[in-house]
C-alpha cells in the first residue's frame, strides 16, 4: 500500500463545475495536510494546509480532512481553465509538527475545458 | 520578499562529473528540505536541514550525495561522480522555525547528466 494515494486521474471538467480531488494516507498518527499545485515544468506551490477534522475554505478552494477514514480532499468551486495542473497531495508523516519531511503522492492530473 | 532561491536553474553534466545545486531559503526561514522528481514519477523526500545540523537524511541515496547547510550561505546538495540515472528535477523548499510544516519551493535545478 502506498503511503499517499491520490485517486488516478486524469481529471477533465468543465469550465465553471467542480473538481473534487481525493487522497488517502496510511499513517494514522499524521497531523499535517496539504495540497501543492504545479503547473507543467515548473515547482509545487503551496495553495491548501489543513491540521484539523472538518473543512477549511479559501477563495474557491475547500480542503476536507477525516482523520478517522484517513482521507483529505481538495475541491475547486467554479473551475478555470487556469487551474489545469497536476494537484500534489503532501502528508507529514512524522506524527507531529516537529519534522518537516512530507510525502508526497503521485499526483491527479486536472484538466479544465472552456 | 524574495522566495526560495535554487541555482543554476539548468546544470548539465557528463557522466562522472560533479553537480553542485545551491538553495537560500526565504528570508526568515531556517529550516530548509531538498526534494527529487524524476521524469513521470513523483516528488521524493532527500534531506532536511537546519543551520549546521542535517536532522532527517532518509531519502539520500547511501553513496554520491550529500547536503549541507552551513552557518553562512546556502544550502548545498552535492552529486558527485553523477549517472544518467542522477537526471530529475531538485527541489530546495523552507519553511520558517516556528512552523516546519508549511514549506515554500523554490524554482528547482534541472539536472541532465550526458
Known amino acids: 500500500q502506498k503511503e499517499v494515494e491520490q485517486n488516478s486521474g486524469p481529471l477533465s471538467v468543465p469550465e465553471g463545475a467542480i473538481a473534487s480531488l481525493n487522497c488517502t494516507y496510511s499513517?494514522?498518527?499524521?497531523?499535517?495536510f496539504f495540497w501543492y499545485r504545479q503547473y507543467s515544468g515548473k515547482s509545487p506551490e503551496l495553495i491548501m494546509s489543513?491540521?484539523?477534522?472538518g473543512d477549511k475554505e479559501d477563495g474557491r478552494f475547500t480542503a476536507q480532512l477525516n482523520k478517522a477514514s484517513q482521507y483529505v480532499s481538495l475541491l475547486i468551486r467554479d473551475s478555470q481553465p487556469s487551474d489545469s495542473a497536476t494537484y500534489l497531495c503532501?502528508?507529514?508523516?512524522?506524527?507531529?509538527?516537529?519534522?518537516?519531511?512530507?510525502?508526497f503522492g503521485q499526483g491527479t492530473i486536472l484538466t479544465v475545458h472552456p | 520578499n524574495a522566495g526560495v532561491m535554487q541555482n543554476p536553474r539548468h546544470l548539465v553534466r557528463r557522466r562522472g562529473q560533479e553537480a553542485r545545486l545551491r538553495c537560500s531559503p526565504m528570508?526568515?526561514?531556517?529550516?530548509v528540505y531538498w526534494y527529487r522528481q524524476l521524469p513521470e514519477e513523483g516528488l521524493k523526500f532527500m534531506v532536511y536541514?537546519?543551520?549546521?545540523?542535517?536532522?532527517?537524511e532518509s531519502g539520500m541515496p547511501k553513496e554520491r550525495f550529500s547536503a549541507e547547510f552551513p552557518k553562512e550561505g546556502p544550502s548545498i546538495l552535492r552529486i558527485q561522480q553523477v549517472v544518467r540515472g542522477d537526471s530529475a528535477a531538485y527541489f530546495c523548499?523552507?519553511?520558517?522555525?516556528?512552523?516546519?510544516?508549511?514549506?515554500?519551493f523554490g524554482p528547482g535545478t534541472r539536472l541532465t547528466v550526458t
Open positions: 523548499a523552507s519553511s520558517p522555525p516556528a512552523a516546519t510544516y508549511e514549506q515554500y
Open positions: 499513517d494514522r498518527v499524521s497531523q499535517s
Open positions: 489543513i491540521y484539523s477534522n
Open positions: 503532501a502528508v507529514n508523516m512524522g506524527g507531529g509538527t516537529s519534522y518537516g519531511k512530507l510525502t
Open positions: 528570508k526568515g526561514h531556517s529550516h
Open positions: 536541514l537546519q543551520k549546521e545540523n542535517i536532522i532527517d
